[in-house]
């Protein structure tokens, strides 16, 4: 274990006991909107895979005359990338992330073949398709800098409630 102590200036001393309860609801503000951008970064790196659009116009029944829009067959699984053959439901839809505890946050899908997915299963012959790891990596630059801005502004607020660290002429 480490322990540090921090010694000197009163007013020091003062900013960082009155940060406490202040720097951990901060980060964990911070923690879960860095949570919901790898959510949404997950989400957007699926693949679609489906074939041309065309359009189709009903011949017949109740729908006759009306034109929409299909798709051509959809595509084969790609190699090590997960994919999306229906849009949004399922696997896709299921991503949330969690406030798990003091200062830590889950993103994940209570789906069980979430997991399945993101690390394969040799036994099935299912290669990873890692949806939320690439993601995390992709955003991590941004995780840190939203987590470091949180806390340097409650660290400001701090000082500039408590009077701490004022330049004397």
Same mark, same amino acid.
């Given at each position: ?7 000197? *200036?009163? /007013? ?6 009155? %940060? ?7 980060? #964990?503000?911070? %923690? @879960? ?7 949404? $970064?997950?989400?957007? *790196? ?6 041309? +659009? ?5 011949? +017949?029944? #109740?729908? #006759?005359?009306? $034109?929409?829009?299909?798709?051509? /067959? %959809? ?6 990338? @997960? ?10 839809? $299921?991503?949330?992330?969690? *406030?798990?505890? +003091? @200062? ?6 209570? %789906? ?39 806390? /340097? ?17």
């Amino acid at each position: 274990m480490i322990t540090a102590r921090i010694e000197g *200036d009163e /007013a020091v001393v003062a900013v960082f006991k009155e %940060l406490g309860p202040e720097f951990t609801r901060v980060a #964990k503000k911070a %923690l @879960l909107s860095a949570g919901e951008d790898v959510r949404a $970064s997950s989400v957007e *790196d699926f693949f679609r895979t489906q074939g041309e +659009s065309y359009e189709h116009t009903f011949k +017949s029944g #109740k729908r #006759k005359g009306l $034109s929409v829009t299909r798709y051509k /067959a %959809l595509g084969a699984p790609i190699e090590g990338m @997960l994919t999306s053959r229906h849009g949004g439901h399922g696997l896709l839809g $299921s991503i949330f992330v969690a *406030d798990t505890g +003091s @200062l830590t946050v889950a993103i994940g899908t209570p %789906l069980v073949y979430g997991p399945i997915h993101e690390f394969g299963n040799p036994a099935r012959h299912m290669p990873m398709r890692p949806y939320l790891r690439p993601a995390l990596a992709k955003q991590w630059p941004i995780v840190q800098a939203k987590i470091r801005e949180a806390l /340097a502004n409650a660290v400001a607020k701090v000082i500039q409630r408590t009077g701490a660290m004022r330049v004397k002429p």
